[in-house]
Each structure stands twice: as structure tokens, then as C-alpha cells.
């Protein structure tokens, strides 16, 4: 009876999910075309009794032990018990951080599983920019009760860069523009007032704004659009709109985007 040779085994122990570590053996093995290497994928690994109870398995198996442990007790604790077992280990990630350690003048924060919040803040970034896209300049009313922040105000008061600006700051924002022809949305007096945003302007200030887009536009400076009295007739209703909702109201005659969305950020990081 021919006597079945044992697979090689790798046990991949990791603090967090583990698939640095997994992928990394497995080209590592592919350069052997695979070997019959098994790999033995062990996660979220965060106290001596487990280390003490994989040490005990790879043993058995003759097994080497790849990791990627980022707190400093359970690293070392795996490889000095390790050593003492005569089992092998290969720390996967140690020698990065060392480097970068070194490159950056700066200590590593020791917490396990920062890849992964890394990658869900970035998803979370895009879906709040889409979002933002979606329910600009009041596209659909049905943005403003799934929103995080509502801003409202008469055209040109920097509603759309906010919003985009904002949705940098992972901040789901709807804007919907108020014109004294048209009812603003009911949705708006559902919401809280402490989520919507008004948006203030002085007359003088909307008025070269509104006149230079129009130039921009090949268009003439003295349309209704640009017109003094007219802007002063849209700032009145807007401001009768944000005292029926009861929201905060922020001037942004003398202020950048970048100031104004500094500003509603952190309102919002406080609640």
C-alpha cells in the first residue's frame, strides 16, 4: 500500500480578515505552481489562547504559520511561542511597517482591520457624491428626506459646489433652489429644520455674481435674471421659506465655498 504523502499547509493568522496575508502565500505558491500548498485561513485572531491552539495545530501538520498581526503583544507573543514549538512563521506585514516606520519619522497606530474602514470611507465618499449629483437643484424632492444635509437658497449661492464639496466630507446633500414662482417642495417642512441649511446672500453681491454668468454666457447683463429688484424680490421669499422651516441660515456674501462647507461640516460632525 502506497502510503499518501501529506499536503504542505500554511495557516494564515491574522487580526483582521486576513486576505493580505491569504493572497500573498498564494503567489507566493503559484511560483511553485501552487505546490499543493493548503492554505488555512484563520481571521480576527486577538488573544493568546487562539495563538496557543494554532501553534498546537501547525505543529501536527508540520505546518508554517504567514501572518499579519499588527498589535504588538499578540505578534510577539506568536513568535516567540512559535519559536519554542519549532514552528515556522513568517511575518507578512512587520517588515512594511518598519520601513515605513523609518521612511515617515512617524509610529504605526497598532490597529488591526484600518484597510478595510479605508476602503469603506472611500464608498462611502463616491456614494455621497453620487447622491449629490443626483439630487441637485432640486431634481427630486425625495433626496431631501433621505439627505444628510438639505441646503436652500436662490440661484447662484454656491448651492451645487457645497453640495459636491461636502460629499468630499462623506456628507449626503441635497439642494433645492427657491423661486418666488414656485412652491418649495412640501418634503421640506417634514424634514428637521436643524438638517436643512438656508443660504444668504446680500443683493449687491448676487447681483455681479448673476451679471458676470450671464457675460459668461454671451448673454446680456441687464436680464430679468441680474436685475436688482428682482433679486431683491427672490431674497425676501427665500428668507420667508427658511423662517417657515426654522433653519439655520448662513451668509455667504463674504464667504468661499471652501469656508462655507467648512462651516456646515462641522455643525454636523458636532451632532
Sequence with gaps: MVEMKQRPVVYVVSDSVGETAELVVKAAASQFNGAGVEVRRIPYV???????????LASQANALIAF????????????????????????????????????????????????????????????????????????????????DVVLIGVSRTSKTPLSQYLAHKRLKVA?????????????????????????????????????????????????????????KEELVYAEDVMNRIGCPVIDVSNKAVEETANLISSMFQRK
Design 46 to 56: 486577538e488573544d493568546t489562547g487562539t495563538i496557543d491552539e494554532i501553534i498546537y
Design 175 to 231: 439642494n433645492v433652489p427657491l423661486v418666488p414662482e414656485v412652491e418649495p417642495p412640501q418634503e421640506l417642512f417634514k424634514i428637521s429644520a436643524k438638517k436643512c441649511i438656508g443660504l444668504k446672500i446680500s443683493p449687491e453681491k448676487l447681483n455681479d455674481i448673476r451679471a458676470e454668468r450671464l457675460k459668461a454666457l454671451g448673454l446680456k447683463a441687464q436680464a430679468n435674471y441680474a436685475n436688482i429688484e428682482r433679486i
Design 68 to 147: 499579519t498581526l499588527v498589535v504588538p503583544e499578540i505578534k510577539n507573543y506568536l513568535i516567540e511561542r512559535a519559536a519554542a514549538k519549532n514552528v515556522e512563521t513568517v511575518d507578512i506585514i512587520g517588515p512594511m511597517l518598519n520601513k515605513i516606520e523609518t521612511l515617515t519619522g512617524k509610529e504605526p497606530r497598532y490597529e488591526p482591520g484600518l484597510v478595510y474602514r479605508l476602503d469603506e470611507d472611500y464608498f462611502r465618499k463616491v456614494e455621497a457624491i453620487e447622491f449629490a449629483v443626483k439630487y441637485d437643484d432640486g431634481r427630486d424632492p425625495r433626496g431631501i428626506m433621505r439627505a
